[in-house]
C-alpha cells in the first residue's frame, strides 16, 4: 500500500488523533485517567440499582461529586446547618441532611447534644434513633445525594431551577454577610469549576426539592385547633398549693418490727421491680430489684492540696495578668448612679481593686495546670502494662493482669511532688449512688459534645453493664480495668478536684433470691483514712419498708389532729401550737420532725405522652433516674391537688381537708390550692409557637428515621453490582468534551 496514498485517504483520522494526544499532554494525568477509566472498568457499566429500574454508574458517582462540590462554593453546609424552622427554632431535617451530605463531626456532636436535651423537654426522638443515625456509615455522600435526589423526583417533589435561583438570590448575600450578592458567588464557581450557569441553579434546586419532600414526609399529619388548646391549655395552666405534711418516715419508731412471715410477704411480692415503681397495685412504689452496680478504683488530686506548695506570685505576673485580660474587670454602669436605666458607659476596674481576686485566679489557674500534669504522669505509670496488647481484641481478664497498681503509682507520685493524693475503692454503687456522691458526683469527661459525660454514665457503658450506649462523639466505649481521665467537676467553674477513675466490678440488673442479701456500697473518700464500709442490707430495707407501711396509720392520726386543732385561728398559730406540744428540747419523742407550711408554686402538670418519652431516655440513661423520679412524684402531687379543685371554680382557701399523697407515704393537710388557666389573649400569642411545637414533636423523630441511612437504602430498593468501582475525577477543565 502506498503510505502517502493512505494518509492522504484518512488524513481527517490522523488528525482527530494528534489533538487527542495534545489535549492529554495539555491537560496531563487526568484525562489519562478518564481515558483508561472508561475503556477500562467502563463509565457507563452499572455499579449499583435502586428503586424503579434506576442506575448508578461511575459516571454519575463522578457528577455526583462535582455537585456536591457545587453546594459546598455555595456554603451549603453553613446553610443547612442554621436554617431555621417557620417557628424560628432550628430545622432538624436540614442539619441531618446536611450530616448526610456534609458529615462533619463537630457539627454531628453538637447536633446530636442539642436533640438529646430536647429529648428531655420531650419530642418523639427516642434514644434508639438517635444513636442509630449518628452511628451508621453506609455508603458515603455521593451515594446519599443520589438516591435523595431519585426518591424525590419519583415522589413528584421537583423545584425549577428558575425558582431556585431566586431564591439563591436572597439567600446568598445572608449566607456572606454581604460581603457578596448572588451574581458574584455564581460568577466566582462558573470560572473556578468550569460548569455553566443553569447547572449550578439545577444542582440547588435539586437540594429543595429533597428538603421539601423529607418535610411532606415527616410532616404527615395536620395539626388541629383542639390539639393546639390542649397543648396551651396544659402547659399554660399552672397549679398552686399550701399544705402540712405529715410523713410516715417520722412515725416509724412507735412501730413495732415486723414478723418473719410479714417481711416474707412484703420481699415476695416486690422483689421483681425497682423501688420508686408506682403502680395501682403498688401505690408506694416498694421494690426490691437490685440496679446495675459497678465498683471503681480512684487517683484523686484536690488543686487546694496543690495551692499550699506554690510560690505566691510576683508583682509582675499580678500586673502582666491585668494588662492581658483587661476586659475581666471592665463592665457598663449607668452614667448617673441615680438613674440606672439611663445611658451606660464603660468603667475599669483598678489593678489595686482586682489584684487579690488576680493573686487567685493564678494560683488556681497554676494549680489546674500541675494537676493535669500529675495525673497525665499518674496514668502514664499505671497504663504501662498496655502498649503492647490489642486493645480492641483484650478481654477484660488480660487488661486486669496487665493494669498497674494505683497505689503505688500515687505513692510514687506523694513523694514526687510532695503533695497529697488520695486513692482507694468504692463499694458496688448504682448511677443513682454515684450521682449523689459528694466526690464522684459530678465528674465528668469532656467529648466532642457540648455537655462532658458524667461518670454516672460512663461507668455502665462498659459491656459488663450493658446499660449505656455512648454516642461515637461522647468518648469511646470503655473497657473494665482501662483509665478513665483525667475528669473533672463539670460545675465547679474554677475546679476543686481532678481524678482517674476504672471500673473494676460490673454486675447487671438481679432479682434478689432471698432477704440474705448484702454488700457494700461505700462511697470514695478525700480523707486521708480510707473510707468506711458501707452496708447495704436488703433485710434492713425490707424491714424500714414494713413499718413504713404501718406508720401511715399514725400519719394520718396526727393528721387529722392537726386539722381539727386549726379551727378559726391562723393556720400559723396552729402550726405554732402543734409543735410545742409535741416537740420538747428536755424530752424528744418519736415525732420530731417540726411542722411547716409547704408551698408549690405555679407549677405543670406533664401528660402522660412527656412521661413515656422521658421513661424511653431514663433507659438508656440512668445518669438521669433521680430527676425522673422526682418528675413523676411532683406531677402525682399536682394531679392530686388538680382532682380536689371543683371544676368550677379556680381557687379554694382554708380546705382543712386530710388527703394521702401514696408515692411519698405521706398526709397531707391542705390548706389551699388555686389554679391558673391561659387567657384568650396568651392563646392568641401563643398558638403559633404552640402549632409549631406540636409539628417538632412529631416530626423530629421522624426525620431521623426518614435520614437514616440504612433506611433510605431500604426504601429505594439500593444494591450494589460492583465494589470499590473506579470514580473518575471531577473535571476542572471546560474544555474537555462531556463525552471525551
Request: net charge neutral.
Amino acid at each position: 500500500m502506498n503510505i502517502v496514498k493512505w494518509m492522504r485517504k484518512n488524513n481527517r483520522k490522523l488528525m482527530a488523533g494528534v489533538v487527542i494526544v495534545i489535549m492529554i499532554s495539555f491537560v496531563g494525568g487526568t484525562a489519562l485517567q478518564q481515558i483508561l477509566s472508561r475503556w477500562g472498568s467502563g463509565a457507563g457499566s452499572t455499579v449499583a440499582t435502586y428503586r424503579n429500574k434506576g442506575i448508578i454508574t461511575p459516571n454519575d458517582l463522578r457528577m455526583a461529586e462535582g455537585q456536591l462540590m457545587i453546594l459546598r462554593d455555595l456554603s451549603m453546609p453553613m446553610f443547612l446547618q442554621f436554617k431555621p424552622t417557620a417557628g424560628g427554632s432550628p430545622d432538624i431535617r436540614a442539619r441531618l441532611l446536611g450530616q448526610l451530605l456534609f458529615p462533619d463531626s463537630q457539627a454531628a456532636a453538637m447536633i446530636q447534644d442539642e436533640i438529646r436535651q430536647a429529648m428531655l423537654r420531650g419530642g418523639s426522638v427516642t434514644p434508639e434513633h438517635l444513636n442509630a443515625f449518628f452511628e451508621k456509615s453506609s455508603g458515603g455522600p455521593t451515594e446519599n445525594w443520589l438516591l435523595l435526589k431519585a426518591e424525590a423526583r419519583q415522589a413528584g417533589c421537583v423545584v425549577d431551577p428558575s425558582q431556585a435561583r431566586e431564591i439563591l438570590k436572597q439567600l446568598l448575600p445572608q449566607l456572606s454577610q454581604n460581603r457578596a450578592d448572588a451574581a458574584v458567588i455564581v460568577s466566582a464557581i462558573i470560572n473556578n469549576r468550569r460548569v455553566p450557569q443553569e447547572q449550578i441553579y439545577a444542582t440547588f434546586a435539586d437540594l429543595l426539592s429533597i428538603l421539601n419532600y423529607s418535610d411532606m414526609v415527616t410532616r404527615n399529619e395536620a395539626i388541629t385547633t383542639a390539639e393546639i388548646r390542649s397543648r396551651i391549655g396544659r402547659s399554660g395552666q399552672r397549679i398552686s398549693g399550701e399544705f402540712v405534711k405529715f410523713s410516715a418516715d417520722d412515725f416509724i419508731k412507735e412501730v413495732a418490727d415486723p414478723t418473719e412471715q410479714e417481711l416474707q410477704d412484703q420481699f415476695k411480692a416486690h422483689r421483681s421491680v425497682f423501688a420508686g415503681t408506682v403502680t395501682d397495685d403498688n401505690p408506694y412504689g416498694f421494690g426490691y430489684k437490685i440496679h446495675p452496680r459497678v465498683q471503681l478504683e480512684y487517683l484523686i488530686v484536690r488543686y487546694a492540696d496543690i495551692q499550699k506548695t506554690l510560690a505566691e506570685p510576683t508583682d509582675e505576673e499580678l500586673e502582666e495578668y491585668y494588662r492581658r485580660n483587661l476586659k475581666e474587670f471592665q463592665n457598663e454602669e449607668p452614667e448617673d448612679p441615680a438613674k440606672p436605666d439611663g445611658p451606660k458607659v464603660l468603667k475599669t476596674q483598678s489593678y489595686a481593686e482586682v489584684s487579690q481576686r488576680i493573686r487567685g485566679t493564678i494560683l488556681r489557674n497554676k494549680a489546674m495546670r500541675q494537676g493535669d500534669m500529675i495525673l497525665a504522669e499518674a496514668k502514664s505509670i499505671i497504663d504501662t502494662g498496655f502498649e503492647t496488647l490489642d486493645m480492641e481484641k483484650a478481654t477484660s481478664a488480660v487488661l486486669e493482669k496487665a493494669a498497674g497498681n494505683f497505689a503505688q503509682a500515687a505513692e510514687t507520685l506523694r513523694k514526687k511532688y510532695t503533695i497529697d493524693l488520695y486513692t482507694g475503692q468504692t463499694g458496688l454503687l448504682t448511677s443513682d449512688d454515684i450521682s449523689s456522691s459528694r466526690v464522684l458526683g459530678q465528674l465528668a469527661l469532656e467529648g466532642q459534645t457540648q455537655s462532658p459525660v458524667l461518670l454516672s454514665r460512663l461507668a455502665f457503658a462498659v459491656e459488663e453493664a450493658g446499660i449505656v450506649k455512648l454516642s461515637r462523639f461522647e468518648a469511646a466505649k470503655p473497657k473494665m480495668w482501662l483509665t478513665l481521665g483525667p475528669m473533672k467537676d463539670r460545675f465547679d467553674q474554677y475546679g476543686s478536684l481532678s481524678a482517674l477513675v476504672r471500673v473494676i466490678k460490673a454486675e447487671k440488673e438481679f432479682e434478689p433470691q432471698d432477704l440474705s442479701l448484702t454488700y457494700n456500697k461505700a462511697d470514695a473518700s478525700t480523707d486521708k483514712t480510707p473510707p468506711a464500709e458501707q452496708l447495704y442490707i436488703l433485710k434492713d430495707v425490707v424491714i424500714r419498708d414494713v413499718k413504713r407501711l404501718k406508720a401511715v396509720a399514725l400519719a394520718k392520726a396526727r393528721a387529722d389532729e392537726f386539722a381539727a386543732s386549726i379551727g378559726d385561728q391562723a393556720w400559723e398559730k396552729a402550726i405554732e401550737a402543734f409543735n410545742t406540744k409535741y416537740i420538747k428540747a428536755d424530752d424528744p419523742g418519736a415525732f420530731t420532725q417540726r411542722l411547716r407550711m409547704d408551698r408549690l408554686s405555679e407549677r405543670a402538670r406533664s401528660t402522660d405522652s412527656d412521661i413515656r418519652r422521658m421513661a424511653a431516655v431514663v433507659q438508656g440513661d440512668p445518669s438521669i433516674e433521680r430527676f425522673y423520679k422526682d418528675m413523676i412524684q411532683t406531677n402525682q402531687q399536682l394531679n392530686l391537688f388538680h382532682s380536689l379543685l371543683p371544676a368550677d371554680k379556680t381557687e379554694v382557701d382554708n380546705l382543712k381537708s386530710v388527703v394521702e399523697f401514696k408515692p411519698a407515704a405521706q398526709w397531707l393537710v391542705i390548706k389551699k390550692i388555686a389554679r391558673t388557666q391561659p387567657t384568650k389573649e396568651e392563646y392568641r400569642k401563643s398558638k403559633a409557637a404552640a402549632a409549631y411545637q406540636i409539628d417538632a414533636m412529631q416530626s423530629d423523630g421522624l426525620a431521623l428515621i426518614h435520614f437514616d441511612p440504612d433506611n433510605l437504602r431500604q426504601r429505594m430498593q439500593f444494591a450494589r453490582t460492583k465494589e470499590d468501582v473506579y470514580i473518575p475525577p471531577v473535571p476542572t477543565m471546560d474544555d474537555i468534551p462531556e463525552d471525551f
